[in-house]
């Protein structure tokens, strides 16, 4: 999974993310290029027209009514990731929203995971992290500039008891 959250784990409100930070795009970017990435449809709506499909990446939409150009479109998570696993990616790139977050979420071994040192009014969560389930092998923090209204932080974590049944390699 690759996401950024607030203080109290808050994705955004009204479909839109809640803050502009340019590193942190910047990392998911470097994280999810050359990956297949997988997302809802609302997720998928709300990038940007001009960087949709987003580039460089196997876009992969769960909607159960639309089809979306440039995208794999898939009517289930299951079949999603039974697609990206017949396409031999080793590591499928969960970008949300919070309903594909939440169903995937126990079925997940790894998380690159920015946190945003404020809270916003939100409307869409990413699932409480028992911090006793992962351990920390990377962390930064940087802090609030000229181009980042926000302190923030990089972490990678990564479940200590991985859920090997769920693994996408072959």
Not at 27 to 51: A, N, Q, W
Not at 99 to 117: A, G, N, P, S, W
Not at 162 to 170: D, E, G, I, N, V
Request: proline share 4%; glycine share 4%.
């Amino acid at each position: 999974m690759v996401v950024a959250v607030d203080e109290h784990f808050a994705i955004g409100k009204d479909g839109h993310l809640l803050w502009n930070l340019p590193n942190d795009m910047k990392r998911f970017k470097d994280i999810t290029y050359g990956h297949h990435v997988l997302m809802g449809r609302k997720t998928y709506e709300s990038i940007p027209v001009r960087f949709r499909p987003l580039p460089g990446r196997a876009n992969i939409v769960v909607s159960r009514t639309q089809q979306f150009e440039g995208c794999k479109s898939v009517a289930t998570i299951d079949e999603a990731v039974a697609f990206a696993a017949d396409c031999n990616e080793r590591e499928l790139m969960i970008i949300g929203g919070s309903e594909i977050y939440k169903q995937l979420f126990e079925r997940t071994d790894k998380i690159y995971l920015t946190i945003v040192h404020h809270t916003f009014d939100a409307d869409a969560f990413f699932p409480t992290i028992d911090w006793n389930d992962w351990d920390i092998s990377n962390e930064q923090r940087f802090e609030q500039d000229e181009k980042h209204a926000y302190a923030y932080s990089f972490l990678d974590l990564t479940r200590k008891q991985p859920t090997a049944k769920y693994t996408l390699a072959k």
